[in-house]
């Protein structure tokens, strides 16, 4: 098993331009969710999954998409990238819900310029 | 609402003391579970711990053990014998039973000193 994929590794973008961060995670997993990670900040929750075709906002939703259509992918769209969305980000998957060992990807770092 | 303290920022130590790494949580719920996550500094997190409300007994791995108390809404995380590799930033993190949702502490960084 692959575990927890994310891509890219590391992106640079502009103010304004859009891109989405991939998630995939190859354990049957039901919940799926995104933190990101900023300096003394810990993780925060950005969105989350229970399923196929049903997602929530965690903490920190503003500037973020998502979608899961299928319970493998749970990919995490920037629309208009701003500044203050540079940040680490992680994708995590679990069993069951939140409270459920959560397994993390490799992480995204991202940087707008 | 659930809540995650980690009042340490940064610890340093040098190899071979104990440190603790002090968690406290808030919560309304008489049913959650509480984690302890390593983050070294390669980035990726590692999970360390997993305890649920009902059972308060302390936990040892090797190294490493947690002491639960309900009490003081506590759940600290001590190293005992410091390693360099021990070094990393460390998170405490709660899930109410009836939550959907994953709270994280701030984290503490962990520097062990040769």
């Known amino acids: 098993n692959a575990g927890v994929t994310q891509t890219p590794k590391f992106q640079v973008l502009k103010t304004g331009q859009s891109m989405t961060l991939q998630c995939a995670q190859d354990?049957?997993?039901?919940?799926m969710s995104w933190y990101r990670q900023d300096p003394g900040m810990g993780l925060r929750l950005i969105h989350y999954s229970v399923g196929a075709g049903i997602t929530d906002q965690g903490e920190v939703p503003n500037g973020y998409n998502v979608s899961r259509s299928t319970t493998e992918d749970f990919p995490l769209r920037l629309l208009s990238a701003a500044p203050s969305q540079t940040s680490v980000y992680f994708c995590?998957?679990?069993?069951?819900?939140?409270?459920?060992?959560?397994?993390f990807g490799p992480g995204t770092r991202l940087l707008v310029l | 609402a659930q809540k995650v303290t980690q009042a340490q920022t940064e610890i340093s130590v040098v190899e071979k003391e104990d440190v603790t790494l002090d968690c406290v949580y808030e919560?309304?719920?008489?049913?959650?579970?509480l984690f302890w996550y390593k983050q070294p500094p390669s980035g990726e997190l590692v999970f360390l711990i997993r305890?649920?409300?009902?059972?308060?007994q302390n936990e040892i791995s090797g190294r490493y053990s947690w002491n639960f108390q309900k009490s003081t809404s506590s759940f600290n995380f001590t190293i005992t014998a410091s390693q360099v590799v021990d070094s990393a930033v460390y998170f405490c993190?709660?899930?109410?039973?009836?939550?959907?949702?994953?709270?994280f502490g701030k984290g503490t960084k962990l520097t062990v000193n040769p």
């Open positions: 993190a709660l899930s109410e039973g009836g939550s959907e949702k994953l709270v």
């Open positions: 305890r649920n409300s009902f059972d308060e």
């Open positions: 354990m049957n997993h039901e919940y």
């Open positions: 995590a998957s679990s069993h069951g819900l939140s409270w459920e060992t959560q397994y």
């Open positions: 919560t309304r719920d008489t049913t959650y579970y």
